[in-house]
């Protein structure tokens, strides 16, 4: 931009002196309210899936007001100290991911906790945040596109948590670590003959991660998809019923608290991984598409604050985490269509839950800071 050379984290003073009290507290206001309108809906649909459990919703309402006052928290600090941080988050979270493999605790088949006595903390959702940050703020300490040197060494930090979090078993959650580092190499100029090559590669090495790197579940999840007729009151049970209660809900749907599959217990996991189907049969497809529009509304605003970003650093990290907030959807979403397998990752801030929440809604604090601390200086 002529007449400018570069930015500095500090207020906005382009918005002028009459500034809101939200852009006081660095609160960019149609992230916030969109968000919350989210998760609005999210109660609504919790409700019903619930089979109208107050407790159950005021448990989850609870979680949202500390994941939104942990975001607002964030949105307080200026992004080079995020920047700053970003390698002892990374080293933290590290420490503890190889904490859970000889301490976790053990819990549906999975060592993915550790126990610190007053509550039990998942490592690898402080992961998904600390994947990002670092890679972002490496290439930040070298000139744009990275040498291939420099790309590999991202590489081994991006794959490092990546498998250790497979190994728990958590392969939605790794996937989800996967995408967030990928994203960032991919908008810090990663070349598409590399991607190709890449993916080139990938090809045996996913015969090698079928068979000796996957649990009999995750085999039959992958099978399951492909058919899920084969198994239709085992593996494939999730994914019939997910279907049927999509389908069943027509254009207009058949009205809140009104949908048979999961009032009849025909559909199971309602309340967390599977909630969309609930939503769907009740709401129907312009429900759906409602839905999905308010999802658009909040990636539309992450990328523009990704393309607002001023420095190397906030542009890698604001894009990372608005692209993996879609991935986060789309998963979700393609696997209780029956586009995607079974992985087991939550619709953001719609399925019950609160790890997943409070991640989601403490990069959205990044989100805001990013947005919130942008001045430039003229020359």
């Avoid at 619930?50 to 307080?76: G, K, W």
């Avoid at 940050?133 to 081994?156: G, K, S």
């Avoid at 009849?264 to 967390?272: I, Q, V, Y």
């Avoid at 429900?287 to 605003?301: F, N, Q, V």
């Amino acid at each position: 931009m002529p007449g400018f050379t570069h930015a500095e984290f500090a207020p906005d003073t382009t918005l002028g002196k009459g500034r809101s009290w939200l852009q006081q507290f660095h609160v960019d206001l149609p992230l916030l309210l969109a968000l919350m309108l989210l998760a609005g809906v999210g109660l609504i649909a919790l409700y019903s899936a619930s089979e109208q459990n107050t407790d159950l919703v005021l448990r989850q309402l609870m979680r949202l007001s500390i994941a939104f006052a942990l975001m607002i928290a964030v949105a307080q600090l200026r992004p080079d100290t995020i920047q700053h941080w970003s390698p002892w988050l990374y080293a933290l979270g590290m420490v503890m991911l190889i904490a859970v493999l000889i301490l976790g605790v053990i819990g549906k088949g999975a060592q993915r906790w550790l126990n610190f006595g007053l509550f039990t903390f998942q490592p690898s959702e402080l992961m998904k945040l600390a994947l990002p940050m670092i890679i972002a703020w490496y290439f930040a300490e070298h000139t744009m596109p990275p040498r291939p040197l420099r790309i590999l060494a991202a590489i081994v930090m991006l794959l490092v948590p990546t498998l250790l979090v497979a190994k728990q078993p958590d392969l939605g959650t790794a996937l989800v670590l996967a995408a967030s580092g990928f994203f960032v190499l991919f908008l810090a100029g990663l070349r598409w003959r590399v991607i190709i090559i890449t993916c080139i590669l990938l090809v045996p090495l996913a015969w090698v991660v079928w068979q000796y790197g996957m649990h009999d579940y995750q085999r039959n999840r992958v099978l399951t998809f492909l058919n899920p007729e084969i198994d239709p009151l085992g593996a494939g049970y999730h994914i019939i019923q997910s279907t049927i209660a999509i389908g069943s809900g027509g254009m207009y749907g058949k009205g809140w608290l009104n949908g048979t599959q999961s009032h009849l217990d025909f559909l199971p996991e309602r309340k967390t991984d599977f909630i969309f189907p609930v939503f769907s049969e009740e709401f129907g497809f312009i429900g759906s598409l409602l839905l999905l529009a308010i999802y658009a509304a909040i990636i539309i605003r992450g990328l523009m604050i990704t393309l607002q970003a001023q420095d190397t650093y906030t542009r890698l990290l604001a894009g990372s985490i608005t692209l993996t907030f879609f991935i986060y959807v789309f998963i979700n979403i393609g696997m209780v269509s029956g586009l995607l397998p079974v992985v087991g990752i939550p619709l953001p801030l719609v399925s019950y839950g609160g790890t997943s929440m409070v991640t989601l809604l403490t990069g959205f604090g990044i989100l805001m800071s990013i947005q919130t601390h942008r001045k430039l200086i003229s020359t």
